[in-house]
């Protein structure tokens, strides 16, 4: 098998026949991290650092890893030539992690460049990129309704947000391409240095006073209603791990008030506030018929030099498969049992066991997302989508996700998904254990209707 030919990813006949059935079919994507007011602005891409690598910290690791001066890298005063030919002089030194992988997809599907990128090719492929980046059909939009195929997606959006850019955004495209998505982290991790002044920033924001708990469920109940007509369809909670979910308005309070207040919290608080929160938003979802996302087990900015110089969401995260997830977390399913659709984010492969029973256990609403973060790998998805299909159904898969904030990865992650769903799919066909009539109908139901059916989209 040559690299990333026809059978890229795919060992089988019947997987290479599925695969053509799905693979041009619409993106619908629930979950990502666009940049809005750059879709929005529809500016040109200045060049080819800033589409491929500027906001995305999985190439970052990558060339941390193999030694590439932090300079060069998010520093301000290296060119974006140079942190692109950084990256092309170790490139080669990737290879076997999925950034090899999307990297090569984008520039050969986007680009029409098949020359491996690599220190000897670099400043071509950096000036063929930057050249074509210069012209309309490379700006977001046509990007996005042209080559990309996206159809509809959902981005990250924080509950005081107003939103003006996926107005504007619509409004060029004539339709409701891109969706928000209700998230309030900030307001639940009490715990954080940035909480209390995040409190006056909700109070600004909806013109209110905060002082009881009770008020904050207010604010959250304003932003809800604001995100709803404005075609919101899903909430996003990022948990370490699972909070219970029975705590009382009353305790709610005492702690809210304590935090107020400036004094500190006991671990047990904090447990108590955030599990109250999670509560009081799903409660919300569950009346609006929207899908609540778990995003579980991401142990964040564990690397402190990295964290105190750049701050989160640079890299420096990891999984950690000592948590466990079944007692908080079927109690939280158990309250809003059957009424509250919930998807579930394993970044342990550990843990996949766990959330795939429980899913199975809760029903229909419940629902299992795509492996994430540090599975979003073709080994990850592979083993995840095996053990969803004999451990729950396949059927009931939430869907493929880019979790990203870059604009390519509607194309590049989406295409190695959609592959490798279908060397599975096409195994178990091969294997006799499914029909192949039955193979196509289920294939496209994951990549495509059975997506867009759970969200609302």
């Known amino acids: 098998m040559a690299f990333m030919d026809q059978n890229y990813l795919i060992s089988n006949a019947s997987g290479l026949r599925i695969f053509d059935s799905v693979k041009s079919l619409p993106v619908v994507d629930p979950h990502n991290h666009a940049n809005v007011k750059e879709i929005a602005d529809n ?27 932090e300079t060069l890298i998010t ?53 063929t990129v930057t050249a074509k980046l210069a012209t309309d059909a490379y ?18 959006d924080d509950l005081i947000d107003t939103l003006e850019d996926h107005a504007r955004a619509n409004a060029a495209f004539g339709k409701v391409l891109i969706r928000p ?33 009770k008020d904050l469920v207010s604010a959250f109940k304003m932003s809800h209603d604001y995100f709803a ?6 909430s996003d909670h990022g948990l370490e791990y699972p909070v219970f979910a029975d705590v009382d308005e009353k305790c709610a309070d005492r702690i809210f008030r304590k935090a107020m207040a400036e004094e500190k919290l006991t671990a ?6 955030m599990g109250y929160i999670l509560a009081e938003a799903a409660e919300l979802n569950s009346q609006k018929d929207w899908v609540t996302q778990l995003h579980l087990g991401a142990v964040r900015d564990v690397r402190a030099t990295l964290f105190d110089s750049l701050g989160p969401d640079v890299g420096g995260d990891i999984s950690n498969h000592y948590l466990d997830y079944a007692p908080a977390l079927c109690s939280f399913l158990n309250r809003f049992d059957d009424r509250l659709k919930v998807v579930l984010y394993c970044l342990e492969a550990s843990h996949q066991g766990t959330l795939a029973t429980i899913s199975r256990a809760f029903g229909a609403k419940v629902a299992l997302g795509s492996a994430w973060w540090l599975l979003d790998t073709p080994i990850g998805m592979h083993r995840q989508l095996e053990y969803i299909g ?44 499914m029909p192949e009539e039955i193979a196509f109908n289920l294939a496209e139901r994951m990549a495509y209707s059975g997506t867009k059916k759970f969200w609302n989209l």
């Open 181 to 213: 998505t209700w998230r309030p982290d900030k307001a639940m991790k009490i715990f954080a240095p940035a909480w209390r002044p995040y409190m006056n920033q909700v109070a600004e924001r909806f013109n209110i006073r905060l002082n009881s708990v």
């Open 75 to 127: 520093g301000k005063e290296a060119s974006n030539e140079d942190k692109f030919l950084a990256l092309a002089k170790i490139f080669p030194e990737v290879a076997g992690n999925p950034v090899y992988e999307w990297i090569h997809l984008d520039l050969k599907r986007y680009f029409g460049i098949e020359e491996l990128l690599s220190e000897s090719t670099g400043k071509k492929i950096y000036d």
């Open 229 to 234: 007509e404005r075609n919101c369809r899903a």
């Open 139 to 156: 700006r977001p939009q046509a990007l996005l309704t042209g080559p990309l195929n996206v159809e509809v997606m959902s981005s990250t």
């Open 268 to 273: 047990e608080e904090i447990d108590l506030f």
């Open 390 to 433: 004999s451990a729950d159904t396949l059927s009931n898969f939430a869907g493929m996700v880019s979790d990203s904030r870059k604009l390519l990865s509607y194309g590049s992650r989406f295409e190695m998904f959609r592959r490798v769903m279908s060397d599975v799919i096409g195994n178990l066909v091969e294997r006799g254990q």
């Open 43 to 69: 500016n040109c891409y200045s060049d080819a650092w800033q589409l491929f690598a500027a906001t995305d910290h999985y190439v970052w690791e990558m060339m941390r890893k193999r030694g590439v001066p």
